[in-house]
């Protein structure tokens, strides 16, 4: 079993810049791919990155060249690096760790808000 605590999302102001973090627990030797889904009121859960443990990334196309994902193995903690937010990045970001097996976790979700 793997727990997930998630944090640094907030309110900020356009061009404003965040990084969060998610830093996992438990079962940890299992872990795969660690990575961040997010979704906005009334749209569907949607891929924003993913790095396994060897460093390989995945962006979704949305925002690719937009969005850092990193991971630091020795504290268990998978990063998103979000530069210049804009309004429309506005949703709930969910930390997601995927095992070396078909299971998977999430979070609790963190609100990234940005607005003058």
């Known amino acids: 079993q793997v727990q997930l605590v998630e944090s640094g999302g907030g309110l900020v102001q356009p061009g404003g810049s965040l990084r969060l973090s998610c830093v996992a627990s438990g079962s940890i030797s299992g872990i795969n791919v660690m990575g961040w889904y997010r979704q906005a009121p009334g749209k569907q859960r949607e891929l924003v990155g993913t790095?396994?443990?060897?460093?390989?990334?995945n962006y979704g196309d949305s925002v690719k060249g937009r969005f850092t994902v990193s991971r630091d193995n020795a504290k268990n903690t998978v990063y998103l690096q979000m530069n210049s937010l804009k309004v429309e990045v506005t949703a709930v970001y969910f930390c997601?760790?995927?095992?070396?097996?078909?299971?998977?976790?999430w979070g609790q979700g963190t609100q990234v808000t940005v607005s003058s």
């Open positions: 790095i396994t443990s060897g460093g390989t990334t």
């Open positions: 997601n760790v995927k095992m070396r097996w078909w299971y998977e976790y």
